[in-house]
């Protein structure tokens, strides 16, 4: 397969260890290099609270080329006042001085518990030792995409390849779970490496794109986290010709991009905190657009559905709670649900369907739902994933 | 003690059986008479998709007086289409028929599983055996109060008196729990009754003000159901004047009744599915009364912070996150966060409090968190439970 990791694309090098910030002794510090310097995009959580690492990297993000990204796991560097703010900023400083480049042209982010100072000594030391093996091999790519992780149980990677006319561009990203994951938010921490030439702002636009169609559709629990950052490094080197117009090459890049971070969606939501299954849930006959999305979303959202799937019972009648209950509009006269292929409720009252046919569809590791309001034609979608006891354990026992 | 039951006001009679609609053969149907016609008032979910009970009730409730409540569990008869509906007004004209009144002048109520017809034989039946049982002791109050559980571990009931004036007007209510229970609804299954003379009007606007101070501030899993439904019966034979405006007896009568509403409230919350603990969030310093009641309900209802509470952890981090996330305006320099008097997080800073101290708080059976947003001096609260793996087990498993 060669290497799928974010250092595939031509240009990048990266590395990953343990600097023990995390007391597991689990890799925890991230760096990812262009030493050309590349063009950045980056998305943000819209949470009124933001790490320290989000207010920086909205700052620093502006500049002209990025050199480099520092993560950190095992600790959000978030709630912790003007001290955090520097720790972030020194971050930064830190590893522009190992490259030889200015503090303004790394990013930084972080992931892990809120409202704990960040142990800053592990941190420079963390830096001072990944700097030296800084490498494009896959393995070195894997280390970084380690180092990113929380409660994810396995690491999560997407690869694509593209034709722009002649020139092979390649794709590369890597994402963390694996709670605190609610749409309208730049998702978690996810960084994406290609080699593609093209201008800053459409590649803003392509991030911003991409996500909305994919990762902005993901639910766990409903709620966006202080940390969620996605950064696109763009490092111009695959030989096409620079996109900079909304052409049919940049629809070509945008379809692979947006294919690869439906990939890590769904790496996401299967290894979600607890999750052993992911549906998607496509609510059509809507009257707008918005009520499509919120219909979709209550779904997704709602717990005893959510309980529901993690016991393969296929309790519709909750499906049709949440709808109801999102207060958009709807004929209930008119409303109908399908699992899968199989109508469960059809024009307001229940279909005689058959039990065991509709348990294996919920059984399944993942399945569509799909319900029509009977009011007009506008759809969307969501995607979510069981609440199982194990979501609760992980989360009753984060903190201690 | 005495009669603390629905039957203790003047004027009430109660039965409550198995008929066979839960297969596990516990109660399942009730009875509730005023003989002598109660004045009625009813509020019910605001969910789109209601079941054919809130339909015909929601109807029914115009008549002037009403002479009966038939209420079944185990089944909601919801999402059943004409076939329900009609289902539901027989349940009224078989009640009907049995006292001698109108079908007009009884209200039903229902709950239980969505989507699944009605067994009416077995209701009928029911409705047959409950009438001769009928009785004004505290047994046959009690019977009732079981009657309309569903997945409650505890039967719920309140009793208060009240003087108004020289008479002593008497207050009984009981409620059914204890999942599927969000804001801005009439709050599950609740039935009220009083010997209380008072107006019609007035009536509805004491049972609108203490379920909106009380049972509509608490939320288990953030949805309301197809089937909430609070009705409150007022016989008049306490021999109080009767209350025709908003006099000094009208504002004792809403404080005994919003004092009850709050009393189950309570019993509520610490039943709620698989629920250990309560709290209840205070958000204060808000722009507007709307942004206090979203950020307190966007804490009560977040996941990751009910599992810490249910771990007896003191992650605050998760309040904040939960405060950001709800979108409301605040001063990121000034918010605060207290557990019970504890400071854990001043000026947008944390504080050096004692763990030991923020974990024996938040493992209470009932614990105050309050939040500054520091932006203005408006106030709301919200009350919530904490979410075990035993929620999921009881959700899981509902159906088969």
């Known amino acids: 397969m060669g290497n799928q990791s974010v250092t595939a694309p031509k240009g990048f090098l990266a590395a990953g260890l343990a600097s023990g910030v995390k007391v597991s002794g689990k890799k925890d510090l991230g760096l990812l290099v262009c030493p050309a310097g590349a063009t950045a995009a980056a998305m943000f959580t819209t949470n009124k609270i933001t790490s320290a690492a989000v207010q920086v990297s909205r700052e620093y993000v502006k500049s002209r080329k990025t050199y480099a990204v520092v993560v950190n796991s095992g600790n959000a560097n978030a709630c912790t006042g003007k001290k955090g703010l520097a720790d972030a900023r020194t971050m930064c400083d830190l590893a522009a001085n190992r490259l030889g480049v200015e503090p303004v042209e790394v990013l930084v982010a972080s992931t892990g518990i809120i409202g704990h100072k960040l142990p800053m000594d592990k941190v420079t030391a963390g830096i001072a030792q990944a700097a030296p093996l800084l490498s494009d091999s896959p393995e070195a790519g894997l280390a970084f995409a380690h180092a990113i992780m929380t409660t994810d ?26 709670g605190m994951i609610g749409p309208n938010m730049a998702t978690t921490l996810l960084f994406i490496t290609t080699d593609v030439a093209i201008g800053k702002p459409l590649l803003s636009k392509a991030l911003a794109e991409a996500i909305g169609g994919s990762l902005n559709r993901l639910t766990v629990d409903g709620h966006q986290s202080t940390n969620d ?56 006959g809507a009257a707008t ?19 529901a799937v993690h016991g393969g019972d296929p ?38 369907f058959n039990v065991k046919e509709a348990s294996r569809i919920i059984s399944q590791r993942q399945f569509v739902i799909t319900v029509d309001l009977g009011v007009g034609r506008e759809s969307d979608f969501y995607y979510g994933c069981d609440l199982s006891a194990e979501y609760v354990r992980i989360n009753a026992d984060y903190h201690t």
Not at 166 to 177: H, Q, S, Y
């Open 153 to 178: 149980t396995r690491c999560k990677q997407a690869y694509r390849e593209v034709k722009l006319s002649r020139a092979t561009v390649r794709i590369a990203g890597t994402v963390k779970g694996a």
């Open 229 to 284: 950052t996605a950064i696109l490094l763009a490092s111009g080197m695959a030989g096409n010709e620079r996109i900079t117009g909304l052409s049919a090459n940049y629809r070509k890049f945008l379809a692979a991009l947006t294919d690869l971070c439906t990939d890590l969606v769904h790496q996401m939501a299967l290894d979600a905190e607890g999750a052993t299954r992911m549906f998607q849930v496509i609510v059509k």
């Open 289 to 307: 657009k918005a009520d499509a999305t919120k219909a979709a979303r209550a779904v997704a959202d709602y717990p005893l559905f959510k309980c």
């Open 315 to 352: 309790n519709w009648g909750r499906i049709i709670c949440a709808v109801g209950s999102s207060g958009v509009k709807l004929n209930s006269d008119k409303l109908s649900c399908k699992l899968d292929g199989l109508f469960v409720f059809r024009n307001g009252t229940p279909t005689d």
